[in-house]
């Protein structure tokens, strides 16, 4: 028996003890997904306070993370064990936090020891909800265009200005957020700097979306006030640190098409909407000829994505491969909720209903419609793999 083979009993037999059975069903929600972070309630789910509590004790939020910040310190070989000891008994992501799959590993390339020891073991226990202040009204595929003002005060920065589609702005605890510091130079002029959403003259203001939800806002900086100890990397140097993060960004919004594992709902939907055959086949031809296609395009992405990782870990990941990624799970993404939705018929249009969830379909297919915007727009995508791809200038 190999050292791995013994891990991965433990690991299995660590989850049996400790993933709770609620754990192990389908995130129903936006509301069922823990975010942790200042205004976390643990006693509104027990369940979910109670395996948070136990993955961050192991370090697990973050296996591949160094221990000293508060990582399980294990290798690219028993991450992957863990992640399909967990994919096995279907067990929820412990932690959603954009400090875990952003800020995280921008910090641990270019923080301080002092950053890193002060920021990473606060995001991998989810004590702190992190938010991204990138885009500007102004400044969004064009994002060195922006124009939010941090002008020197000594050991301080003011900050002045405006982001837009801050995603959780309005319930996150900090910011990461790109700052112009020079006007010299469009990309040289940017620093990357971090602070509480809390500061006096941080304001928000939610934006509604077609699903029905407002998770992003507008967010206004009047006079804020920014130790320059929270910048991260040197002054004017932010566009690097900036540009690794959107890498980690989009591997992260490329996870959508792998869609939920385990228990495969746009299969269910569609069963339980026209029923099977004889053959235990679904009844209906030409939908289980489109949903076989989509499962042969989902799987290959699956295995592509695994290849990435392990790539992307080794250090050999091809430069154009984050916006590949990005591009085709986003894409994926969206068309796994058109075929839901044509496969449930009329009813998955409900919008309010018990049965429906809250129209959990309907505002979940809409959702996607912002996957291939968000994290740069797949248009951006395709000229960044073009640019990468065949080495053109200007990328
Ligand atoms: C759900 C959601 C969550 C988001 N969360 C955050 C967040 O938390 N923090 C944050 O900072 N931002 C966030 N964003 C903003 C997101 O990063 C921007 O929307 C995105 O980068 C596009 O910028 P824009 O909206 O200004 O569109 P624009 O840049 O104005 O683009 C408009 C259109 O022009 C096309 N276009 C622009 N430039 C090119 C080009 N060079 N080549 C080809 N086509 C081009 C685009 O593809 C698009 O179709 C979020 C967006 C969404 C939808």
Redesign the pocket.
């Known amino acids: 028996m190999t050292d791995l083979d013994t891990f991965r009993d433990q690991t299995r037999a660590w989850l049996a003890d400790n993933c709770p059975p609620e754990m192990r069903e389908p995130v129903r929600s936006d509301k069922d997904v823990c975010w942790g972070g200042r205004r976390y309630d643990p006693a509104a789910n027990p369940a979910q306070a109670a395996w948070l509590a136990a993955m961050a004790g192991k370090g697990w939020t973050v296996p591949d993370w160094p221990t000293a910040y508060g990582g399980g310190g294990l290798s690219p070989a028993e991450t992957k064990v863990l992640r399909e000891e967990m994919a096995a008994i279907r067990a929820r992501n412990p932690l959603n936090s954009?400090g875990i799959s952003m800020l995280g590993p921008a910090l641990l390339k270019y923080g301080t020891e002092e950053q890193k020891l002060d920021h990473l073991p606060r995001i991998a226990r989810g004590e702190i909800r992190w938010?991204?202040?990138?885009?500007?009204?102004?400044?969004?595929?064009?994002?060195a265009g922006l124009a939010t003002s941090a002008d020197d005060d000594r050991d301080d920065y003011i900050v002045n200005g405006q982001?837009?589609?801050?995603?959780?702005?309005d319930e996150a605890d900090w910011i990461f957020c790109l700052v112009r510091t020079s006007k010299a130079s469009k990309q040289g002029g940017i620093s990357f700097v971090l602070f509480d959403m809390a500061s006096p003259g941080v304001s928000t203001k939610p934006i509604l979306?077609i699903s029905g939800y407002s998770?992003?806002c507008e967010t206004f900086f009047d006079n804020v006030r920014v130790p320059k100890a929270n910048r991260i990397h040197d002054e004017n140097k932010g566009w690097d640190v900036a540009k690794y993060l959107l890498g980690h960004e989009r591997e992260m919004i490329s996870g959508m098409g792998l869609g939920t594992g385990g228990r495969n709902p746009l299969v269910e939907g569609a069963i339980a909407t026209v029923g099977l055959d004889h053959d235990g086949r679904l009844a209906d031809p030409l939908l289980r000829a489109q949903i076989a296609q989509f499962e042969v395009r989902a799987r290959a992405f699956a295995a592509m994505s695994e290849r990435f990782i392990d790539e992307l870990k080794a250090g050999r990941a091809h430069p154009a491969q984050p916006s590949m990624m990005k591009y085709y799970g986003t894409e994926l993404n969206k068309d796994r909720h058109e075929l839901a939705m044509a496969a449930g018929g009329s009813d998955t249009l409900e919008w309010e209903s018990d049965a429906s969830r809250g129209g959990a379909a309907a505002r979940a297919w809409l959702?996607t419609k912002?996957?291939s915007?968000?994290?740069?727009?797949?248009?951006?995508q395709?000229?960044i793999i073009a640019k990468r791809i065949l080495e053109l200038p200007g990328a």
């Open positions: 954009f938010c991204q202040g990138y885009s500007e009204p102004n400044a969004g595929s064009d994002l982001k837009v589609w801050t995603s959780y702005a979306l998770p992003f959702r912002a996957n915007i968000e994290g740069g727009t797949s248009e951006v395709l000229g």
